[in-house]
């Protein structure tokens, strides 16, 4: 399986080199040469294997440069040996009459993010060495709280890796700071930014180009390298829990054999969603895929419209990891409506960036229309759904969940449709438990407790037990105390690696 570019670039290149460099030299996103279609005897098939062979199973569809070996390797490694707290990686729990929970917060952050940059740090370091690559890889990520935990314990010890962390000082929650500044691994680097998000992402960018930065690096022997969620390498193992919840649906005979379900997804960069209609492309038979958005609505207009529009004010929600004006996923899945004009999607992507807008028409906004459906969650009906989810199900859902959940309850009651659908819930409602609990007991109760109390008052109300990564997490070290401005990030980095 071969690789191309969105953008029309002129090569083509193996998984291992598009895992590798993350981005196509024309700016564009690496995507599979053909979407691999499977029979319906082999998703049936999944029903028997645990998640560890349905991985591999997707997995060697698309990486067929590893050999079954690495990716068995790979795949142990991430969802192997007690890093996740549910032997089942990624549960399906009933939620309602119809309405199923796929559970995606059960590795070592607490987020979904683990799904994917648990088992990414494995498959680049053998793309390294597919690839002849004797550089050390320095990933350089700015986060606004989830990617940059998960990228430092995917990442923390991995040979031949390095890992810098930028995180904006006063703009992640009390937990995402501890979980950040408390990383254990002899390879990573944390560095608070005094600044907002956009100001430490500006920073990472302004480092990336940086032609002077980048000879030096040349000369010491390391190059930079991203883990964002636009790396295929991040994608492709978000394929395989759609399967997986099939599977196990079809295990418990909750679904019939060939019956459709709806997949519902709380949405921002646009990956896990697109990892589902890559699913549904496969043949696995999904009806309708549910795009959720908070009130940084862009996908919902765009799903209704045609038009994405950007131009609008950034708003910060209790579902931060949702809070994104530009899903650099969407991309993909506009090379693909468009039967793979790379033509087209150019003169998209130069009009998002010069204009903030561009607009869908015809047949493409047609198939956009048929596949999903769109919908957003004011902060009011966030946190109105967390209360009935947990008064009437007993169901503790996280900010970004309940978007997926009020999202999937105003399709239901718009289209009439009552298909079985499966709810992506992205986070542990302890990891954003400000929110959650403020939700279910009211303000009173919480008023003057710090997140920590909190994580606490949570696990006694509701009986459930706090996730290993977020119990005790008060009481740890602090190993990483570095402050900069944005200025400053550069010498950050020349500093860390020895640069000079
Ligand atoms: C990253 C994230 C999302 C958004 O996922 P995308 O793939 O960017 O659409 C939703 N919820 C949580 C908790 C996340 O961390």
Redesign the pocket.
């Given at each position: 399986m071969y690789y191309v570019s969105t953008r029309g670039w002129s090569g083509s290149v193996t998984s291992a080199e598009a895992i590798k460099r993350g981005l196509a030299p024309d700016g564009g996103l690496f995507v599979p040469e053909t979407i691999v279609r499977l029979d319906p005897e082999e998703i049936a098939s999944f029903a028997e294997m645990d998640y560890r062979e349905r991985a591999v199973s997707i997995l060697r569809h698309y990486l067929d440069d590893y050999t079954e070996e690495e990716l068995r390797e790979c795949v142990d490694g991430a969802y192997g040996s007690g890093r996740f707290d549910d032997e089942r990686i990624a549960p399906v729990v009933r939620l309602s009459e119809n309405a199923y929970m796929l559970e995606l917060w059960h590795g070592p952050t607490s987020?979904?993010?683990d799904m994917a940059l648990q088992i990414l740090p494995r498959l680049m370091v053998r793309a390294n060495m597919k690839t002849r690559e004797s550089r050390e890889t320095v990933i350089l990520v700015a986060t606004s709280g989830?990617?940059g935990k998960a990228a430092l314990e995917g990442f923390r010890d991995v040979e031949g890796t390095r890992i810098i962390v930028f995180f904006p000082e006063d703009g992640v929650s009390q937990v995402q700071k501890m979980q950040m500044v408390s990383q254990e691994g002899s390879n990573v680097h944390v560095v608070a930014v005094k600044g907002n998000f956009d100001d430490t992402q500006n920073g990472v960018k302004a480092i990336f180009s940086d032609e002077e930065l980048n000879r030096e690096m040349l000369e010491n022997g390391f190059r930079f390298s991203s883990a964002n969620?636009i790396n295929w390498g991040r994608l492709v193992p978000q394929i395989v829990y759609y399967f997986s919840a099939y599977a196990d649906m079809l295990a418990a005979r909750e679904i019939a054999e060939g019956e459709k379900i709806n997949i519902a997804?709380?949405?921002?960069?646009?990956?896990?969603?697109l990892a589902a209609w890559y699913a549904r492309e496969m043949g696995l038979p999904i009806n309708r895929l549910i795009c959720a958005s908070n009130d940084n609505n862009v996908l919902t207009e765009f799903i209704n419209t045609g038009i994405y529009n950007r131009e609008r004010e950034f708003k910060k929600t209790i579902?931060p990891?949702?809070d994104?004006l530009i899903?650099s996923?969407l991309e993909r899945l506009l090379f693909e409506l468009t039967g793979r004009d790379a033509a087209q999607v150019r003169v998209w992507m130069d009009e998002l960036k010069n204009e903030g807008r561009y607009a869908v028409i015809g047949e493409e906004k047609r198939k956009l229309t048929e596949m999903y459906w769109g919908a957003y969650s004011t902060e009011e009906e966030t946190v109105e759904t967390i209360r009935e989810v947990y008064d009437d199900y007993g169901y503790l859902a996280?900010p970004?969940t309940a978007v997926g959940i009020d999202v999937y309850e105003k399709y239901v009651i718009s289209t009439g449709d009552i298909t079985k659908t499966v709810i992506a819930a992205?986070?542990s409602p302890f990891k954003f438990n400000r929110s959650v609990a403020s939700a279910v007991f009211g303000e009173d109760e919480i008023a003057g407790r710090d997140e920590f109390e909190l994580l606490d008052v949570l696990s006694r109300h509701c009986g459930l037990t706090v996730p290993a990564g977020l119990a005790g997490l008060s009481g740890r070290p602090v190993l990483h105390k570095r402050v900069c401005s944005r200025e400053e990030m550069k010498d950050q980095v020349v500093q860390i690696l020895g640069l000079k």
């Open positions: 987020a979904f993010k989830d990617t969620s997804v709380p949405t921002g960069n646009f990956g896990n969603i579902s990891s949702m994104i899903s996923n996280d970004h992205t986070a």
